[in-house]
């Protein structure tokens, strides 16, 4: 099984600055890796596939890079709308299908 | 548009059956993989089980192997979870959720809003 870890598990940020996300993986999941945003009582959606390719409709303040084993997600300039959760998964060898830990972007 | 509508979920005491459903509208079905996808109260994802556009393969997370069924019904758009022997620790929201094109090298391109299991006596 392929161990995804997330790191800072929690992030504050003030409006309009720049996040950092990073997504570990216990081997290389080449450029197979997602990242999903997930807001208080919503379902996640899908932000990033691919490791750096935008899902329809998310704006381009979100941008995914990395392959292998290491992979980072950056809001360039957070909005109001951007406080949730955020999840990286890996889909390149599975069963299972597996998931970070999540981290937390919250106002400062 | 894709929508996905689960419906199912109950409170069930521990050792007993539920069966989720989710309805699938706006593409065609019977063209994609799709997933179930829990989340315990508070806590991240975690995949329960995955089925291939046919029905002809299914996979389970350790945790539900042998417990828990993925199946689906292309003739009618729906996709199923029976779920057996249920414990406390089953206890989650539980997803629908489409793959992308390029099954199974594919992510989760769909979600479903959740349908609520609760297994306690």
């Known amino acids: 099984e392929i161990v995804m870890t997330q790191s800072p598990a929690t992030l504050s940020v003030s409006p309009g600055e720049r996040a950092t996300l990073s997504c570990r993986a216990s081997?290389?999941?080449?450029?197979?890796l997602a990242w999903y945003q997930q807001k208080p009582g919503q379902a996640p959606r899908l932000l990033i596939y691919g490791a750096s390719t935008r899902a329809t409709g998310i704006p381009a303040r979100f941008s995914g890079s990395g392959s292998g084993t290491e992979f980072t997600l950056t809001i360039s300039s957070l909005q109001s709308d951007d406080f949730a959760v955020y999840y990286c998964?890996?889909?390149?060898?599975?069963?299972?299908?597996?998931f970070g830990g999540g981290t937390k972007v919250e106002i400062k | 548009e894709v929508q996905l509508v689960e419906s199912g979920g109950d409170l069930v005491q521990p050792g007993g059956s539920l069966r989720l459903s989710c309805a699938a509208s706006g593409f065609t079905f019977s063209s994609y993989g799709m997933s179930w996808v829990r989340q315990a109260p508070g806590k991240g994802l975690e995949w329960v089980a995955a089925?291939?556009?046919?029905?002809?393969?299914?996979d389970y997370a350790d945790s539900v192997k042998g417990r828990f069924t993925i199946s689906r019904d292309n003739s009618k758009n729906m996709l199923h979870l029976q779920m057996n022997s249920l414990r406390a620790e089953d206890t989650a929201v539980y997803y629908c959720a489409k793959f992308a094109d390029n099954y199974p090298v594919s992510p989760l391109q769909h979600w479903g809003q959740g349908t609520l299991v609760t297994v306690s006596s």
């Open positions: 081997r290389s999941v080449t450029y197979n």
């Open positions: 089925i291939s556009n046919s029905g002809g393969t299914t």
């Open positions: 998964q890996q889909y390149n060898s599975w069963p299972p299908l597996t």
